[in-house]
């Protein structure tokens, strides 16, 4: 009977297990076959070139001879190996003094196919993975494809915010139009976090009764918001006047009605064995009309206010997240939160200052335009005129008792709006970014990474808009609350009139105003 014998040399260390591969590193093997000696290169296993020692035909470990506690220690620490080398040695189990392990040449014949599984076992000089970490979370900082990522993602922010501003140059219909169009794709990639094609197949139609919820909630929400301008749009018309003004009056039974005949239609679609998912999607649905369609629908209603409360707001969440990935890509060091591991308080904060200082400086900058501070009453897209008041007109302040002579600038020109500017910039930088903290942990409970893959470097749609949600409704509640005027005005009351009088009361309204100036005059002359 031939055999062969493996030796190992005290100084080589083992980090394997004997029974799944036998793999040496980081020194030499050195078989001892008569009447030839053969050296393995480092890291090279005994299942590679005997692949008769399979894992049909690998003895039980409780076969295998114990080491000594002298010589696997030594093999754990060998002399002038660096630190760490050999620490993982403890699961590896050899006698150094006795053969290994023994083969019969009537093996010889054995298939090839029976070849065991080979575990590649990693260099001292490679880069691992806990490299990248720092507390258990990988940091951006030492991402090896950070600069490749960082490429694309500038490439789609460069298309994303000169499309942007196209669209913000076109006008108010046209803005409003981009807002639909981000809110149909939030609700697709939100619908589809939950849909299981599956149990769809058995429910034909049953998508369709998603949407049909979505664009009922549209209708009531822009009803509501845009019934002025809509109203004063198709004024020059009869017919179409009385007809729009019929709509609006009755637009919350007709949204009520709307609602219900889906509530009927997801009754009666209810079938045995998916009662569970069925309801799953209803209560999803209403969710999302919730949490994701109510919050941007107030977009819309600060771009009738005035571009500028549209604009202002959104420009904000996009530089704090610039920055706070340009501070995080180049200076982050100390993770912000679990749920973006990613996130640093580097990037943090630097965004955050910057976010403040921009705040301030775009509000002059934005005031200046009357096509960005004027608000729009119709639904047209002409040029606008309008007087903007005193929250645009500059307040001059002097710096002489504060600067020396020297000083060229003796005054500061401020507008009213750049102080509620920082208010905005304040929450933009500490608020809002929990609309993204929230979104994280959302994927997180989906075991996603993003909601899509609409825009490259950046995910999903939603993945852009989580932060975006957020700010959209506290600039409506502020300008409601400290910008809008609080009082009775001639726009308030003319929307009650049209919103609430029928088109013969409203003429019959002008004609008693009418009378009553002409008595003021006979009275006053």
């Known amino acids: ?9 005290p100084s080589h260390v083992c980090t394997g297990e004997l029974a799944e591969s036998l793999c040496i590193q980081p020194s030499t093997i050195i078989f001892f076959v008569s009447p030839v000696i053969t050296t393995l290169p480092p890291c090279r296993c005994l299942v590679s070139l005997h692949p008769q020692f399979s894992a049909a035909r690998r003895p039980p470990p409780s076969s295998l001879p114990r080491a000594d506690p002298a010589i696997l220690s030594a093999a754990r620490h060998p002399r002038g190996a660096p630190p ?21 040449t009537s093996s010889s014949d054995a298939s090839a196919s029976h070849a065991g599984r080979v575990r590649r076992r990693r260099h001292a000089t490679e880069a691992t993975t806990d490299g990248n970490r720092a507390n258990g979370q990988p940091l951006l900082v030492n991402d090896q494809n950070k600069y490749k990522s960082m490429l694309i993602r500038t490439y ?20 409003w139009a981009m807002v639909v169009v981000i809110q149909i794709y939030m609700a697709r990639e939100l619908f589809n976090l939950l849909r299981k094609s599956s149990e769809e197949k058995q429910l034909p139609g049953f998508r369709l009764l998603n949407w049909h919820f979505f664009f009922t909630a549209m209708l009531y929400t822009y009803g509501r918001f845009l019934s002025r301008q809509l109203v004063n749009t198709v004024t020059s018309d009869h017919l179409l006047y009385k007809v729009v003004s019929g709509l609006i009056k009755y637009q919350m039974f007709i949204c009520y009605f ?14 045995k064995k ?34 500028f409360w549209f604009l202002l707001p959104a420009s904000l969440i996009v530089i704090n997240d610039i920055f706070a990935y340009l501070f995080g890509f180049f200076l982050g060091r100390t993770p912000l939160i679990k749920l973006s591991p990613k996130k640093t308080w580097e990037g943090f904060i630097g965004a955050s200052v910057t976010t403040i200082i921009s705040a301030f400086l775009l509000a002059n900058v934005m005031g200046r335009s009357q096509w960005l501070t004027c608000p729009r009453k119709d ?13 645009f007109k500059s307040e001059h302040y002097s710096l002489e ?35 993204g903290f929230f979104a994280s942990g959302f994927k997180r409970a989906f075991k996603i990474k993003d909601f899509g893959d609409s825009i490259p470097g950046h995910g999903g749609i939603t993945d852009r808009m989580d932060c975006q949600m957020v700010m959209a409704v506290f600039a409506y509640i502020y300008h409601q609350s400290f910008i809008a005027p609080q009082n009775f005005s001639v726009e308030i009351i003319l929307d009650q009139i049209i919103r609430n009088l029928a088109y013969e009361e409203q003429k019959y309204l002008y004609e008693r105003l009418g009378e009553i100036f002409h008595e003021r005059q006979l009275t006053q002359s």
């Not at 709307?258 to 079938?271: H, M, P, S």
Request: charged residues 10%; contains cysteine; hydrophobic residues 55%.
């Open 379 to 391: 639904l047209s897209t002409g040029w606008l005129y309008c007087d903007p008041g005193p929250m």
């Open 1 to 9: 009977m031939s055999s062969w014998t493996g030796v190992f040399h």
């Open 156 to 175: 789609s922010t460069v298309w994303m915010i000169g499309g942007f501003a196209f669209i913000v140059y076109m006008g108010h219909l046209y803005i």
């Open 84 to 104: 760490g080398v050999g620490a993982r040695a403890s699961k590896a189990e050899f006698n150094f003094g006795v053969p290994v392990m023994q083969r019969d």
């Open 274 to 307: 998916a009662y569970k998912y069925q309801f799953k999607q209803y209560a999803w649905t209403h969710m999302i009309l919730l949490t994701v369609f109510a919050q941007s629908a107030f977009t819309v209603a600060n771009i009738f206010e005035g571009i």
């Open 258 to 271: 709307l609602y219900i005949a889906g509530f009927v239609w997801f009754i009666l679609t209810l079938k």
């Open 401 to 435: 008792e504060w600067v020396p002579h020297w000083f060229p600038w003796k005054e500061l020109a401020i507008m009213p709006v750049q102080w509620h500017a920082l208010a905005l910039g304040l929450f933009a930088s500490i608020i809002a970014p929990f609309g």
